[in-house]
């Protein structure tokens, strides 16, 4: 059907059903600020001309889970999913989950009130609760799986072995072949992956894997400085670390501070995520991590509907990004800078 | 009643209705995880033993509206409602609103799908809008109201005067005798008072106020940066700064960086929130803003309902709390660090 003819059928249907043709547009496009039987019989007749009509989405509501309420990280991904629910005219239920505990209460609410589907960050609903999901009748998409999902469950991810690789190369590009990595902790797949695209940045650029630069940690600013501390008390000290999240290389700087060193002219550091990295002092390299996109996508395939599943990948990953600013620099590039000779002291 | 016969009566109740006590226990307390129809009879049996049932929230969401989800002051604010929400059996709706262009499409929304009320951050509806949430009978509580709410809202703040007092009075006692202020922006209730008791506590301790070491710039890092770079360019340069947030104080670490000075050493810096201080090189000294319990506080007024605001004050301030870190000290209780001798640098 050519653009034109098209439209003219729009103007056609909103005058049969007494409407505008921005109301007829906004139901062929699955939108919910339409009331639900204007909705119904717009639907009816725009399928009567041949079109096929989006789902659209019942409750107005999409839930979202997360596992805490305690890091930065959070707030990118609920601006994501707010963006695009506003778009389509729906609305986001914020929950922290981040177990059974708290699955099932979220299950039983979420179920009386009603909700077009739910996007899970980090948490990977077990087989029983996803049939209970089913039950219900509750779509799901999975945000940054915390283990590899099973080929029957969507979700969105980012390129961490990617960007972990990206992150390394930077520094070993910079002329650093003494680079340590504070990986976050094993049970995570995303921790995984950045840390063997690390081991593999390093063997491209034929740097042999020292392991005793190698350890692992929460994904926390204390346990970035407390790995930070461990691999500077060793005899022969890293120039660079690539720090396994944002949180963690804020450790680290805190580290370098309480040793009289700092970044880049000491160590170089690298973050990942870009979540609060531009605030550090100095403005943190990172690997940045698309948050927001990541959700706002998770929600767009819960609104295209569970008939786009059979044709489209199950697993997405949107691409990292490095992100050069001032904690990096090439070793032995020291500027001991006004501070270190004689301190510029503004008072008297 | 005394509460042995009072466990009685619920006792009594439960087996009347067939249910659980914790089910009637449940509806006394209003909360709606209860089926409609069995909380509408339990509420029947109650009420004829003489108990006040708690009105119970219709639709099981409540709304909350938030400036922006660009800054990590947000994770808190949403985290409070979310946690009282779970607390209650509800759910929390999450929308970006900072305008009119905005609160309109979200009215039209939540008053399609229903909501039991809202939570207004730093967005004071006008007249008007207060107007057509009466109408769809949603009610309103203001939380950190940008300029005074009139005496007929309801809205829960901060003790923003007695924090910037606070951030003040300890540098103040530290020795400090230069101390500059950067104040949000003039718009912000919340801005001004914070300066007013920065001028307070300056007069309390005997120290003249020098207008010009007090400066104004937006809530972020890049003006916290800008104008401590100015504060520090001035011939008689602070030796401390007051910033009116963490943005700002973490901006101000990173003009520090930039001319080679460090915090506490050379200038004593103290924040505002306690976001993302504990994160900073130094961990921050901050002013803590309960922004949680603000919300959770909020969420609780909107739950009692409307009868209650008739008894209760009508503007409520949570209490600040200083937060003493790594970033302030006496003047002239410089400790160089090896930094600034000889490098330690841990190359080679």
Same mark, same amino acid.
């Given at each position: 059907?050519?653009?034109?003819?098209?439209?003219?059928?729009?103007?056609?249907?909103?005058?049969?059903?007494?409407?505008?043709?921005?109301?007829?547009?906004?139901?062929?496009?699955?939108?919910?600020?339409?009331?639900?039987?204007?909705?119904?019989?717009?639907?009816?007749?725009?399928?009567?001309?041949?079109?096929?009509?989006?789902?659209?989405?019942?409750?107005?509501?999409?839930?979202?889970?997360?596992?805490?309420?305690?890091?930065?990280?959070?707030?990118?991904?609920?601006?994501?999913?707010?963006?695009?629910?506003?778009?389509?005219?729906?609305?986001?239920?914020?929950?922290?989950?981040?177990?059974?505990?708290?699955?099932?209460?979220?299950?039983?609410?979420?179920?009386?009130?009603?909700?077009?589907?739910?996007?899970?960050?980090?948490?990977?609903?077990?087989?029983?609760?996803?049939?209970?999901?089913?039950?219900?009748?509750?779509?799901?998409?999975?945000?940054?799986?915390?283990?590899?999902?099973?080929?029957?469950?969507?979700?969105?991810?980012?390129?961490?072995?990617?960007?972990?690789?990206? +992150?390394?190369?930077? @520094?070993?590009? /910079? !002329?650093? $072949?003494?680079?340590? %990595?504070? #990986?976050?902790?094993?049970?995570?797949?995303?921790?995984?992956?950045?840390?063997?695209?690390?081991?593999?940045?390093?063997?491209?650029?034929?740097?042999?894997?020292?392991?005793?630069?190698?350890?692992?940690?929460?994904?926390?600013?204390?346990?970035?400085?407390?790995?930070?501390?461990?691999?500077?008390?060793?005899?022969?000290?890293?120039?660079?670390?690539?720090?396994?999240?944002?949180?963690? +290389?804020?450790?680290? @700087?805190?580290? /370098? !501070?309480? $040793?009289?060193?700092? %970044?880049? #002219?000491?160590?170089?550091?690298?973050?990942?995520?870009?979540?609060?990295?531009?605030?550090?002092?100095?403005?943190?390299?990172?690997?940045?991590?698309?948050?927001?996109?990541?959700?706002?996508?998770?929600?767009?395939?819960?609104?295209?509907?569970?008939?786009?599943?059979?044709?489209?990948?199950?697993?997405?990953?949107?691409?990292?990004?490095?992100?050069?600013?001032?904690?990096?620099?090439?070793?032995?590039?020291?500027?001991?800078?006004? !501070?270190?000779?004689?301190?510029?002291?503004?008072?008297?």
């Amino acid at each position: 059907m050519r653009r034109e003819s098209g439209r003219r059928t729009l103007t056609t249907v909103a005058a049969e059903a007494g409407v505008s043709v921005s109301t007829v547009s906004k139901v062929l496009n699955g939108r919910t600020d339409v009331a639900p039987c204007t909705r119904e019989r717009i639907g009816r007749l725009l399928r009567g001309y041949g079109y096929q009509v989006a789902p659209g989405m019942q409750f107005g509501v999409v839930d979202l889970l997360i596992g805490s309420l305690h890091g930065p990280w959070a707030e990118e991904l609920i601006r994501g999913a707010v963006d695009a629910a506003r778009e389509a005219g729906q609305s986001i239920v914020v929950t922290t989950v981040s177990g059974p505990a708290e699955f099932t209460p979220w299950l039983e609410r979420a179920a009386r009130r009603g909700t077009d589907g739910v996007l899970s960050v980090l948490y990977l609903p077990d087989a029983g609760e996803r049939g209970r999901l089913s039950g219900a009748r509750i779509p799901l998409v999975v945000i940054d799986p915390p283990t590899e999902p099973g080929s029957d469950i969507r979700s969105v991810g980012t390129t961490n072995w990617q960007g972990g690789m990206a +992150a390394a190369r930077h @520094l070993a590009e /910079l !002329g650093h $072949r003494r680079i340590a %990595a504070i #990986g976050g902790p094993e049970r995570f797949w995303s921790a995984n992956a950045r840390l063997d695209g690390y081991r593999t940045a390093l063997l491209r650029g034929r740097i042999p894997v020292d392991e005793a630069l190698v350890s692992r940690g929460e994904f926390t600013a204390a346990d970035g400085r407390h790995q930070a501390h461990r691999l500077l008390d060793r005899p022969g000290p890293p120039t660079a670390i690539v720090a396994g999240n944002d949180n963690q +290389a804020l450790g680290v @700087l805190q580290a /370098l !501070g309480e $040793r009289g060193l700092r %970044a880049p #002219g000491d160590v170089s550091v690298v973050g990942f995520d870009d979540v609060i990295a531009a605030w550090a002092t100095p403005p943190l390299t990172t690997v940045r991590q698309p948050l927001a996109a990541m959700t706002a996508a998770g929600f767009r395939m819960l609104r295209a509907g569970a008939a786009s599943s059979r044709i489209e990948p199950q697993h997405v990953e949107l691409a990292t990004r490095m992100v050069v600013r001032d904690s990096t620099a090439a070793p032995g590039d020291v500027n001991p800078g006004p !501070g270190c000779t004689e301190s510029r002291s503004p008072r008297k």
